[in-house]
Nanobody
Framework: HVQLVESGGGSVQAGGTLKLSCAPSRDIFFSTCKLAWYRQAPGKERELVSTINSIGTTTYSTSVEDRFTISRDNARNTLSLQMNSLQTDDTGVYYC???????????WGRGTQVTVS
């Protein structure tokens, strides 16, 4: 059973920064997979925040573009999300996902809490 493990969440004041990281519990050909960050705010549905494909092409939701940066280190099997200028609306549980399968992703993390006050 493969698990993605997120780290780096926490509490920060508005305007602050956090960096999230994600890594698989074992090799899943991470470097060939499309990777993503999702988040779920209290009382809301999970939403896609950002994606990065195997060659480094990125996408962002309009709510985070110009503030968040997604990146990957294929040599270390690591996915990151640098979050700058955090806003209270960024509060939620952030999940990493790997290896697109159909409309979704095959592997998921358990999430890390980000709280912006």
């Amino acid at each position: 059973h493969v698990q993605l493990v997120e780290s780096g969440g926490g509490s920060v004041q508005a305007g602050g920064t956090l960096k999230l990281s994600c890594a698989p519990s074992r090799d899943i050909f991470f470097s060939t997979c499309k990777l993503a960050w999702y988040r779920q705010a209290p009382g809301k549905e999970r939403e896609l925040v950002s994606t990065i494909n195997s060659i480094g092409t990125t996408t962002y939701s309009t709510s985070v573009e110009d503030r968040f940066t997604i990146s990957r280190d294929n040599a270390r099997n690591t996915l990151s999300l640098q979050m700058n200028s955090l806003q209270t609306d960024d509060t939620g549980v952030y999940y990493c996902a790997a290896c697109q399968s159909g409309a979704g992703f095959r592997y998921w993390g358990r999430g890390t809490q980000v709280t912006v006050s």
